[in-house]
């Protein structure tokens, strides 16, 4: 049987990868005016990441004797299309789904976060969808009796079953992730799954991965890291644990193990300040650690608890802040602004602190309350956006308490525009640069 991956993307010109958010996708929509055109221009060009769940279904699915292929459109002779849900493509996959029905026999799955959470949005366009993480569905996937309706797919516990992701049928060469990795070919990567902090609250990560933290062993992440080296002559790698660093003494071994089997690559992850300190940092950096994404979100207390998000002392996030960024490690932070108890000065405040940290990135988002969470369900009866595509984390879905869309919009403005263009962070870009292009 010939089975194809469909990852669709509507418009070129939009900024889209699927495997953030948790799998809901974002669409980097930073503003309307110049200095946001800019910066999505940049982004466009530095940030492209495959979905991770397809590279783990076409491996086991090649083993069990299928052919695999990657497609945004209809190709002859495709007995099954596996379509990755998104909210921020809702509208396009469904599109295809239709598209497939109307000129093909050929049978439609649909996958990931929305449809986990929220299977009945594609029923009607398909022949069954997944309901969970896919590897599951996938080892049991039989060629002679496809599935029909909604399909529970059970976590892997042992992580260490599943085979080492496939990325043959793919456009590797398109894979990227240059604010820290310059280094290609680049490809991200999974050492564990799920995340047990209070703040999958709001945060979309446990709609599929859980709260429970699964780890593969050391000596799996390193093997598949090899692989990925000789296979593919990887040179870069982004892991995508939620946090990656939650078992100081497991990436102590993980980087220790980089440097013993000779493995030369760079690499970054997104963790939480409060699982970093410096010697684990020495360690890191020695074996190729070159980015770090940690969540801010906010400096105003009052926001931060009402967000259950647990956050690190202000102090001990500018030192270990300022600790990467003075050995080379450049930091990507997080901020959401719109947050329920946020207000125009509590967002002037996380901009201004935003500043003052200084980190090589910034990111400033709009609160999205993704279905699956609780926040979700606290907020439902004021969510006022029924078109799922909006669900990008730079738009307003939801009736605010304190501001407006139109406010919310100026301050994502005005955050990325006071950030990027001061004097202070152009300066550090411009050395950077300087520093890569003559040493």
Partial sequence: MKIALVDIHSDGKMIV??????????????????????????????????????????????????????????????????????????????????????????KIGF??????????????????????EPEFFAMNLSEGSLPSG?????????????????WEPFRISDFCYKPYIRKRPFISMLSSRGCPYPCTYYCPYSALGGSKIRKRSVRNVLEEIEYLVSRYG???ILFRDPVFTFDKTRVKEIAEGLQSRGIEIEWACETHLRNLDFELIDTMF??????????????????????KRVSADAG??????????????????????????????TINHTIDYAKKLNTSYAQFTVCTPYPG????????????????????????????????????ESLKEKAYFEYYFRPQWMWKFITRSMKRWFL
């Fill in 17 to 106: 990868n699927k495997d953030l958010s948790g799998g809901f996708g974002t669409s980097s929509l930073y503003g309307k005016k110049i200095w946001s055109k800019i910066l999505m221009g940049l982004k466009r060009r530095s940030v492209c990441l495959p979905i991770l769940a397809f590279g783990y279904i076409s491996a086991i699915l090649k083993n069990r004797g299928f052919e695999i292929i990657a497609a945004n459109e209809i190709v002859p002779g495709v007995e099954l299309y596996i379509i990755y849900s998104s909210s921020v493509e809702h509208t396009a996959e469904i599109n295809f789904a239709k598209k497939v029905r109307a000129e093909t026999k050929a």
């Fill in 111 to 132: 996958a990931g976060a929305l449809a986990t959470v929220r299977p009945e949005l594609f029923t009607e366009f398909s022949d069954f969808v997944i309901v969970g």
């Fill in 150 to 166: 909604i399909i529970k797919s059970d976590p892997i516990q042992d992580l260490d079953l599943l085979p080492f992701p496939d």
């Fill in 286 to 307: 020695k074996s190729g650690l070159r980015g770090v994404n940690v969540g801010i979100e906010a400096i105003d207390e009052e926001v931060l608890k009402r967000s």
């Fill in 316 to 345: 001990f996030q500018k030192k270990i802040i300022d600790y990467c960024e003075n050995k080379g490690i450049k930091i990507g932070a997080f901020y959401i602004i719109g947050s329920p108890a946020d207000t125009e000065e």
């Fill in 373 to 408: 969470t609780k926040f979700y369900e606290d907020i439902r009866d004021k969510i006022t956006e029924k078109d799922w595509n909006k669900f990008d984390i730079y738009t307003l879905v939801f009736k605010h308490s304190n501001l407006s869309s139109e406010m919310i």
């Fill in 234 to 236: 990887i040179k870069g």
